[in-house]
């Protein structure tokens, strides 16, 4: 079951633009969230990350934002850079058990 | 500082062989071990995960199989491979067990043919 969803396969944006990714999740028992950014052929690499008493978190160019009443958390990058073309993977946890993952979006940051 | 590392990082086998992924932690103790396979377009599907030796649990019955005999060593086995089992694994640890982030290895890239 996909208690974890990326709706948007892919998202094209222009650099120097606000990059907005959405994610979704069904299971309220989730307390932590996180984003991983992931080259190809590489392992993903942690991002940021929020924790369900936050509904906002900041690291430089990136915010993540997290309403639980809706289920709904959003990565914002501002402003894009090429380098951030990748694909960015949400992932939710309940009580530090494992982890799961949304499917990605691919984000093209066009220069 | 904790590192991991998986190999071999590309593998080709033909359907009905054996399979053995290979995942080590370095710079930390009794980390929490995952085995994650990521399939073409799609997200990262958990499949295994210990949180000690000889301790392991599954998440999605299949073929393969995890193994753990050492504290910051986790092996991903088959016996038969199967074309479905063509993907992209990668290995990850949880060295603070009282931290949510897990950190994630290279990944071996397996096409079963």
């Known amino acids: 079951d996909q208690q974890v969803k990326q709706n948007s396969p892919s998202l094209s944006v222009q650099e120097g633009r606000i990059s907005i990714l959405n994610c979704d999740y069904t299971?309220?028992?989730?307390?932590?969230f996180l984003w991983y950014k992931k080259y190809p052929a590489e392992g993903p690499t942690f991002l940021i990350s929020?924790?369900?008493?936050?509904d906002k978190n900041e690291d430089g160019r990136f915010t993540v934002f997290l309403n639980k009443s809706a289920k709904h958390l959003s990565l914002h990058i501002v402003p894009s850079q090429p380098g951030d073309s990748a694909v960015y993977f949400c992932?939710?946890?309940?009580?530090?058990?494992?982890?799961?993952f949304g499917a990605g979006t691919r984000l093209t940051v066009k220069p | 500082s904790q590192t991991i590392h998986q190999w071999p990082a590309t593998l080709v086998q033909p359907v009905g062989s054996p399979l053995s992924l290979e995942c080590t932690v370095e710079?930390?103790?009794?980390?929490?071990l995952y085995w994650y396979r990521q399939a073409a377009g799609r997200g990262l599907q958990l499949l295994f995960y210990?949180?000690?030796?000889?301790?392991i649990s599954s998440e999605v019955p299949q073929n393969l199989s995890a193994s753990r005999p050492q504290d910051r060593q986790f092996i991903l086995s088959s016996k038969k491979l199967l074309l479905s089992d063509s993907g992209f694994y990668l290995c990850?640890?949880?060295?603070?067990?009282?931290?949510?982030?897990?950190?994630f290895g290279p990944g071996t890239r397996l096409t079963v043919t």
């Open positions: 992932a939710a946890s309940a009580f530090n058990n494992d982890m799961r």
């Open positions: 299971n309220s028992m989730f307390d932590y």
């Open positions: 929020i924790s369900s008493i936050k």
């Open positions: 710079g930390t103790s009794n980390p929490n």
């Open positions: 210990s949180v000690g030796i000889g301790q």
């Open positions: 990850a640890y949880q060295g603070d067990k009282e931290s949510y982030e897990q950190y």
